[in-house]
């Protein structure tokens, strides 16, 4: 009898890379995890993975690491959307990437499915983006979006070359298990503690983090080599969103909308306090800002059609989310 496969899924303790593994896991696979020396393992209590501990910018960690696995998913990536050095960003996402394909390349594996975003997609006036909507690097806001947007041209460049590079692109997962959380969770978390007065008028799509993990699996099963796949769910206004929170939660939703510049305004004075006091991410960035400005709306037809991809509603995900931030640990949840 033929050993599983061994996969190796570099940040597999965090928000959707966990859920990668649990799906790996369910299909009979033997699962590698490369996390960071003194990395929180929380989302990982009681799986049965193989620990490899390294970070992503030393080569040798990474090439030990993929060593004897046959595929290698790169979910890994410092996702923040303020932070006070980016150079350590740029590190961790864009020389990173690199050296998980080298040294899976090196591992000899049959897959590599690197995790990008749908930020680094254009996004049309009026209808929703497509993994065919143009963008450049100067459209990105930001060094979180700008690092993934070259991250992924380090991704394509390595499966022109003859990398089995397989791109995947989540919209906006929600679920339980968001630990850090993500600035998403952060919007759930702030909204069910009552300390969301107002929004303002942008969209995003919302995935249930279990349906972005399996669509990751199925892109290593049947993505065609230097194609990239819109893994999303539901395109939701954020009123629309906090309207669903509320009838989850029973928390009112905001009932004021705030104007474009009053929140960049405020945004400004949350960096400048950052940057010069508190030394912590402010409540609001001027990224956050400025990506509202546009609805991140998108489609997932080619996912669904080449991928055999097929998300739930978003409520279930959105009510596990819910549940989760209500239970966690005060010190988590402040």
């Not at 928000?15 to 896991?25: H, I, K, M, N, T």
């Not at 993505?223 to 009112?252: A, C, H, Q």
């Not at 945004?267 to 400025?290: N, W």
């Not at 997932?300 to 080449?306: G, H, N, Y």
Request: charged fraction near 25%; proline fraction near 6%.
């Amino acid at each position: 009898m033929m050993d599983p496969k061994l996969a190796l899924v570099t940040g597999g303790n965090g928000f959707v890379g966990c859920y990668v593994v649990r799906a790996l896991l369910r299909q009979g696979c033997r699962v590698r995890v490369l996390v960071r020396e003194h990395a929180d393992i929380t989302a990982l209590a009681g799986l049965q993975v193989d620990l490899a501990r390294g970070d992503l910018r030393d080569a040798h960690a990474v090439r030990r690491a993929a060593a004897g696995c046959s595929e290698v998913y790169h979910v890994a990536a410092d996702y923040r959307l303020w932070v006070p050095d980016p150079a350590a960003m740029y590190a961790s996402n864009v020389d990173g990437t690199r050296n998980v394909i080298e040294a899976a390349r090196a591992a000899g594996v049959q897959r590599i499915i690197y995790t990008s975003t749908v930020g680094v997609l254009g996004i049309p006036h009026g209808a929703p983006g497509t993994e065919e909507t143009p963008s450049s690097l100067q459209d990105m806001p930001g060094p979180y979006k700008r690092s993934k947007f070259m991250a992924e041209e380090v991704a394509r460049e390595a499966a022109r070359a003859g990398a089995p590079v397989v791109i995947v692109n989540p919209s906006t997962p929600v679920g339980a298990l968001d630990l850090k959380p993500t600035p998403t969770g952060r919007i759930i978390r702030d909204f069910i503690s009552g300390r969301m007065p107002a929004y303002v008028d942008t969209g995003l799509n919302l995935v249930d983090v279990e349906d972005c993990a399996r669509g990751h699996l199925l892109a290593a099963e049947r993505g065609k080599i230097g194609e990239r796949y819109i893994l999303g769910g539901e395109n939701l206004t954020l009123k629309e969103m906090f309207e669903r929170l509320e009838r989850l939660s029973g928390v009112p939703a905001p009932k004021h909308r705030i104007p474009y510049a009053v929140a960049l305004g405020f945004a400004l004075g949350a960096e400048t306090l950052a940057r010069t006091v508190t030394h912590r991410a402010p409540r609001a960035s001027v990224t956050e800002v400025r990506m509202s400005r546009k609805h991140m709306f998108f489609d997932s037809s080619k996912a669904r059609s080449e991928l055999g991809y097929a998300p739930g509603p978003v409520d279930g995900a959105l009510a596990r989310a819910i549940e989760f931030f209500r239970n966690s640990a005060p010190s988590r949840a402040a």
